[in-house]
Protein backbone atom coordinates (compact mmCIF):
# COMPACT_ATOMS: atom_id res chain seq x y z
CA UNK A 1 0.00 0.00 0.00
CA UNK A 2 1.69 3.68 -0.72
CA UNK A 3 1.83 6.08 1.54
CA UNK A 4 -1.09 8.68 -0.02
CA UNK A 5 -3.04 5.50 0.33
CA UNK A 6 -2.13 4.62 3.73
CA UNK A 7 -2.90 8.55 4.94
CA UNK A 8 -6.29 8.19 3.09
CA UNK A 9 -7.50 5.69 5.95
CA UNK A 10 -9.11 7.51 9.33
CA UNK A 11 -6.35 5.46 11.36
CA UNK A 12 -3.57 6.54 9.50
CA UNK A 13 -4.84 10.29 9.80
CA UNK A 14 -4.93 10.12 13.51
CA UNK A 15 -1.84 8.32 13.79
CA UNK A 16 -0.37 11.20 12.04
CA UNK A 17 -1.87 14.04 13.46
CA UNK A 18 -0.74 12.39 17.19
CA UNK A 19 2.65 12.30 15.59
CA UNK A 20 3.04 15.83 14.36
CA UNK A 21 1.72 16.78 18.01
CA UNK A 22 4.68 14.91 19.40
CA UNK A 23 2.24 12.90 21.31
CA UNK A 24 2.36 9.37 22.73
CA UNK A 25 -0.03 6.86 22.95
CA UNK A 26 0.42 6.94 26.63
CA UNK A 27 0.60 10.29 26.80
CA UNK A 28 -2.74 10.38 24.53
CA UNK A 29 -4.25 7.99 27.16
CA UNK A 30 -3.79 10.78 30.25
CA UNK A 31 -5.22 13.05 28.31
CA UNK A 32 -8.41 11.54 26.52
CA UNK A 33 -8.76 9.09 30.02
CA UNK A 34 -9.42 6.39 26.66
CA UNK A 35 -7.64 3.35 27.69
CA UNK A 36 -3.92 2.50 25.55
CA UNK A 37 -5.76 -0.38 24.21
CA UNK A 38 -8.77 1.36 22.69
CA UNK A 39 -6.21 4.26 21.37
CA UNK A 40 -4.62 1.43 19.47
CA UNK A 41 -7.59 -0.37 18.13
CA UNK A 42 -8.57 2.83 16.63
CA UNK A 43 -5.19 3.65 14.93
CA UNK A 44 -5.00 -0.41 13.25
CA UNK A 45 -8.89 0.41 12.97
CA UNK A 46 -10.00 -3.13 15.10
CA UNK A 47 -13.03 -1.13 15.48
CA UNK A 48 -14.24 -4.31 17.01
CA UNK A 49 -12.09 -4.30 20.02
CA UNK A 50 -13.99 -1.13 21.38
CA UNK A 51 -17.31 -1.47 24.12
CA UNK A 52 -19.61 -0.52 21.26
CA UNK A 53 -20.19 1.12 18.09
CA UNK A 54 -21.42 4.16 20.04
CA UNK A 55 -17.86 4.06 21.64
CA UNK A 56 -16.47 4.17 18.34
CA UNK A 57 -17.76 7.96 17.07
CA UNK A 58 -17.71 9.38 20.53
CA UNK A 59 -13.56 7.91 21.35
CA UNK A 60 -12.49 9.08 17.44
CA UNK A 61 -13.89 12.04 18.00
CA UNK A 62 -12.66 12.86 21.13
CA UNK A 63 -9.28 11.45 19.64
CA UNK A 64 -9.21 13.75 16.75
CA UNK A 65 -10.36 16.80 18.82
CA UNK A 66 -7.01 16.20 21.17
CA UNK A 67 -4.68 16.05 18.42
CA UNK A 68 -5.99 19.33 16.76
CA UNK A 69 -8.53 17.62 14.38
CA UNK A 70 -12.06 18.55 13.61
CA UNK A 71 -13.65 15.65 14.62
CA UNK A 72 -17.24 16.19 13.56
CA UNK A 73 -15.78 16.77 10.14
CA UNK A 74 -13.23 13.90 10.51
CA UNK A 75 -16.46 11.45 11.58
CA UNK A 76 -18.50 12.79 8.49
CA UNK A 77 -15.72 12.50 6.21
CA UNK A 78 -15.11 8.55 6.52
CA UNK A 79 -18.33 7.49 8.07
CA UNK A 80 -18.53 4.74 5.60
CA UNK A 81 -15.52 3.27 7.39
CA UNK A 82 -17.18 3.69 11.09
CA UNK A 83 -20.27 1.39 12.21
CA UNK A 84 -23.15 3.03 12.17
CA UNK A 85 -24.66 4.32 15.33
CA UNK A 86 -27.56 2.36 16.83
CA UNK A 87 -28.91 1.50 20.12
CA UNK A 88 -27.66 -1.24 22.64
CA UNK A 89 -27.79 -2.86 25.79
CA UNK A 90 -24.98 -1.97 28.49
CA UNK A 91 -24.41 -3.51 31.39
CA UNK A 92 -24.58 -1.23 34.52
CA UNK A 93 -21.72 -1.19 36.44
CA UNK A 94 -23.40 -0.80 40.17
CA UNK A 95 -20.85 -1.25 42.58
CA UNK A 96 -21.90 -1.89 46.75
CA UNK A 97 -20.85 1.93 48.58
CA UNK A 98 -19.91 2.52 51.70
CA UNK A 99 -22.88 3.53 53.80
CA UNK A 100 -22.35 7.12 55.60
CA UNK A 101 -22.43 7.29 59.14
CA UNK A 102 -25.67 8.82 59.19
CA UNK A 103 -27.14 5.96 57.21
CA UNK A 104 -25.65 3.91 59.70
CA UNK A 105 -26.62 6.07 62.76
CA UNK A 106 -30.40 5.60 61.06
CA UNK A 107 -30.14 1.62 60.98
CA UNK A 108 -33.19 0.05 63.44
CA UNK A 109 -31.46 -1.97 65.85
CA UNK A 110 -32.17 -6.08 65.54
CA UNK A 111 -34.18 -8.40 68.18
CA UNK A 112 -31.51 -9.11 70.10
CA UNK A 113 -30.16 -5.83 70.86
CA UNK A 114 -33.57 -4.19 71.73
CA UNK A 115 -34.05 -7.75 74.03
CA UNK A 116 -30.48 -6.43 75.60
CA UNK A 117 -31.58 -3.31 76.55
CA UNK A 118 -34.70 -3.98 77.72
CA UNK A 119 -32.90 -7.21 80.25
CA UNK A 120 -32.64 -4.93 83.43
CA UNK A 121 -36.49 -3.80 83.29
CA UNK A 122 -37.40 -7.22 82.66
CA UNK A 123 -35.42 -8.37 85.61
CA UNK A 124 -36.94 -5.76 87.84
CA UNK A 125 -40.23 -6.32 86.51
CA UNK A 126 -39.59 -10.28 87.58
CA UNK A 127 -38.40 -9.44 90.76
CA UNK A 128 -40.88 -7.16 92.06
CA UNK A 129 -43.93 -10.11 90.83
CA UNK A 130 -42.16 -12.99 92.69
CA UNK A 131 -42.31 -10.74 96.16
CA UNK A 132 -46.18 -9.36 95.33
CA UNK A 133 -46.58 -12.97 94.50
CA UNK A 134 -44.64 -14.23 98.12
CA UNK A 135 -46.16 -11.42 99.80
CA UNK A 136 -50.06 -12.33 98.83
CA UNK A 137 -48.93 -15.97 99.91
CA UNK A 138 -47.93 -15.25 103.07
CA UNK A 139 -50.86 -12.78 103.72
CA UNK A 140 -53.47 -15.82 102.46
CA UNK A 141 -51.57 -18.68 104.48
CA UNK A 142 -51.26 -16.56 108.25
CA UNK A 143 -54.32 -14.17 108.35
CA UNK A 144 -52.97 -13.09 111.48
CA UNK A 145 -51.81 -10.22 113.18
CA UNK A 146 -50.83 -6.67 112.64
CA UNK A 147 -47.30 -7.61 112.67
CA UNK A 148 -47.55 -9.43 109.46
CA UNK A 149 -49.96 -6.72 107.67
CA UNK A 150 -46.80 -4.59 108.64
CA UNK A 151 -44.13 -6.33 107.05
CA UNK A 152 -45.91 -6.84 103.70
CA UNK A 153 -47.10 -3.04 103.86
CA UNK A 154 -43.14 -2.40 104.24
CA UNK A 155 -42.44 -4.91 101.57
CA UNK A 156 -44.85 -2.98 98.79
CA UNK A 157 -43.61 -0.20 99.63
CA UNK A 158 -40.34 -1.26 99.18
CA UNK A 159 -40.61 -2.73 95.89
CA UNK A 160 -42.99 0.26 94.65
CA UNK A 161 -39.74 3.22 95.34
CA UNK A 162 -37.61 0.58 93.39
CA UNK A 163 -40.09 -0.17 90.76
CA UNK A 164 -40.87 4.17 90.03
CA UNK A 165 -36.72 4.84 90.86
CA UNK A 166 -35.92 2.32 87.89
CA UNK A 167 -38.90 3.99 85.82
CA UNK A 168 -37.40 7.44 85.94
CA UNK A 169 -33.93 6.25 85.11
CA UNK A 170 -35.39 4.47 82.06
CA UNK A 171 -37.22 7.37 81.42
CA UNK A 172 -34.52 9.90 81.65
CA UNK A 173 -32.22 7.75 79.30
CA UNK A 174 -34.54 7.81 76.35
CA UNK A 175 -34.77 11.56 76.79
CA UNK A 176 -31.35 12.16 76.53
CA UNK A 177 -30.94 10.02 73.56
CA UNK A 178 -33.90 11.00 71.51
CA UNK A 179 -32.42 14.67 72.51
CA UNK A 180 -28.81 13.59 70.96
CA UNK A 181 -30.27 12.68 67.81
CA UNK A 182 -32.54 15.74 67.28
CA UNK A 183 -29.85 17.71 67.82
CA UNK A 184 -27.41 15.07 65.74
CA UNK A 185 -29.61 15.59 62.52
CA UNK A 186 -30.31 19.19 62.96
CA UNK A 187 -26.62 20.11 62.70
CA UNK A 188 -26.23 17.70 59.78
CA UNK A 189 -29.83 19.44 58.22
CA UNK A 190 -28.35 22.88 58.42
CA UNK A 191 -24.71 22.02 57.05
CA UNK A 192 -26.93 20.19 53.97
CA UNK A 193 -28.74 23.69 53.61
CA UNK A 194 -25.32 25.59 53.62
CA UNK A 195 -23.55 23.65 51.13
CA UNK A 196 -23.02 25.38 47.76
CA UNK A 197 -21.71 24.49 44.45
CA UNK A 198 -21.03 27.54 41.73
CA UNK A 199 -19.03 27.97 38.91
CA UNK A 200 -15.29 29.86 39.28
CA UNK A 201 -16.41 33.06 37.26
CA UNK A 202 -17.70 32.69 33.79
CA UNK A 203 -16.67 29.29 33.08
CA UNK A 204 -18.98 26.33 32.51
CA UNK A 205 -16.47 23.64 32.99
CA UNK A 206 -15.04 25.06 36.74
CA UNK A 207 -16.78 24.88 39.78
CA UNK A 208 -16.49 25.11 43.73
CA UNK A 209 -18.15 23.14 46.47
CA UNK A 210 -18.52 24.70 49.80
CA UNK A 211 -19.96 23.87 53.14
CA UNK A 212 -20.46 19.90 51.67
CA UNK A 213 -20.21 16.64 54.04
CA UNK A 214 -17.13 15.01 55.28
CA UNK A 215 -16.98 12.18 52.97
CA UNK A 216 -19.43 13.83 49.95
CA UNK A 217 -22.10 11.37 48.12
CA UNK A 218 -22.43 12.12 44.34
CA UNK A 219 -25.65 10.35 42.36
CA UNK A 220 -24.78 9.87 38.84
CA UNK A 221 -27.94 9.39 36.60
CA UNK A 222 -28.94 8.90 32.87
CA UNK A 223 -31.58 9.46 30.88
CA UNK A 224 -29.47 7.15 27.67
CA UNK A 225 -26.62 5.11 27.09
CA UNK A 226 -23.90 7.45 28.58
CA UNK A 227 -20.20 6.72 29.52
CA UNK A 228 -19.19 8.57 33.18
CA UNK A 229 -15.34 8.69 34.86
CA UNK A 230 -15.00 10.60 38.01
CA UNK A 231 -11.07 10.96 39.10
CA UNK A 232 -10.44 12.30 42.56
CA UNK A 233 -7.12 14.28 43.17
CA UNK A 234 -5.81 12.48 40.10
CA UNK A 235 -6.62 9.06 40.76
CA UNK A 236 -9.67 7.31 38.75
CA UNK A 237 -12.31 6.82 41.63
CA UNK A 238 -14.88 4.82 39.04
CA UNK A 239 -15.32 4.59 35.13
CA UNK A 240 -18.37 3.11 33.77
CA UNK A 241 -21.39 3.08 30.99
CA UNK A 242 -24.72 3.93 33.10
CA UNK A 243 -27.75 2.60 30.75
CA UNK A 244 -30.92 4.22 29.76
CA UNK A 245 -32.32 5.01 33.41
CA UNK A 246 -29.59 3.65 35.30
CA UNK A 247 -27.59 5.36 38.33
CA UNK A 248 -24.26 5.04 40.12
CA UNK A 249 -23.57 5.97 43.33
CA UNK A 250 -19.66 7.46 44.61
CA UNK A 251 -18.94 8.12 47.90
CA UNK A 252 -15.52 10.70 47.51
CA UNK A 253 -12.69 10.18 49.94
CA UNK A 254 -12.68 12.58 53.13
CA UNK A 255 -9.02 14.41 51.76
CA UNK A 256 -10.83 15.41 48.18
CA UNK A 257 -9.93 18.58 46.96
CA UNK A 258 -10.37 18.50 43.40
CA UNK A 259 -12.51 16.06 41.31
CA UNK A 260 -12.64 16.05 37.60
CA UNK A 261 -15.86 14.45 36.02
CA UNK A 262 -15.95 13.43 32.07
CA UNK A 263 -19.17 12.87 30.42
CA UNK A 264 -19.55 10.69 27.33
CA UNK A 265 -22.63 12.37 26.95
CA UNK A 266 -23.50 14.92 29.26
CA UNK A 267 -27.03 15.95 27.74
CA UNK A 268 -28.07 12.09 28.83
CA UNK A 269 -26.68 12.70 32.18
CA UNK A 270 -27.84 14.17 35.52
CA UNK A 271 -25.56 14.66 38.96
CA UNK A 272 -26.39 15.46 42.81
CA UNK A 273 -23.76 15.92 45.73
CA UNK A 274 -25.08 15.00 48.92
CA UNK A 275 -28.64 15.59 47.70
CA UNK A 276 -28.31 19.01 45.80
CA UNK A 277 -28.41 19.02 42.12
CA UNK A 278 -25.17 19.62 40.65
CA UNK A 279 -25.91 21.64 37.22
CA UNK A 280 -22.72 20.96 35.32
CA UNK A 281 -24.15 21.95 31.58
CA UNK A 282 -26.24 25.10 32.12
CA UNK A 283 -25.19 25.63 28.47
CA UNK A 284 -26.85 22.68 27.38
CA UNK A 285 -23.89 21.60 25.76
CA UNK A 286 -24.27 18.56 22.70
CA UNK A 287 -20.77 17.92 23.37
CA UNK A 288 -20.74 13.87 23.56
CA UNK A 289 -17.36 14.38 25.53
CA UNK A 290 -17.75 17.09 28.24
CA UNK A 291 -14.60 17.66 30.95
CA UNK A 292 -15.64 19.20 34.21
CA UNK A 293 -13.54 20.05 37.36
CA UNK A 294 -14.82 20.44 40.39
CA UNK A 295 -12.74 22.09 43.51
CA UNK A 296 -14.08 21.34 47.19
CA UNK A 297 -13.41 23.71 50.40
Same mark, same amino acid.
Not at 184 to 212: M, R
Not at 254 to 263: E, G, P, R
Given at each position: ???????????A?????????????????????????????????????????F??????????????L????????????????????????VD??????????E??????????N????????????????????M??? +????? !? =????? #? *? %?????S @?? $?? +????? !? =????A #? *? %?A???? @?? $?????K??N?????D??S?????L?????????V???????????????????????????S?????????????F???????????I?G??F???????T???????L???
Amino acid at each position: MSENEEKSTIGARLKAARTAKGLTIDDLQQITKIQKRYLIAIEDEQFDKLPGDFYVRAFVKQYADTVDLDGDALLKEYSDQLPATHAETYVQNVDDTQPTRAATRERPSSPTSRVRNYLPTIIITAIVVLILLFIWFMAVR +THTGS !S =SATSA #S *S %SSTQVS @SS $KQ +TSSAA !S =SKKAA #S *S %SAAKAS @SK $KAADKKKTNQTIKADGTSDTAYTLTNGAKKNKVVLKATGAAWTSVTTNGTQTWQGTLTANGSHTVTLPSNATTVKFQFGNAKATSATINGKKFDFNPKNSTSQVRTITLTIK
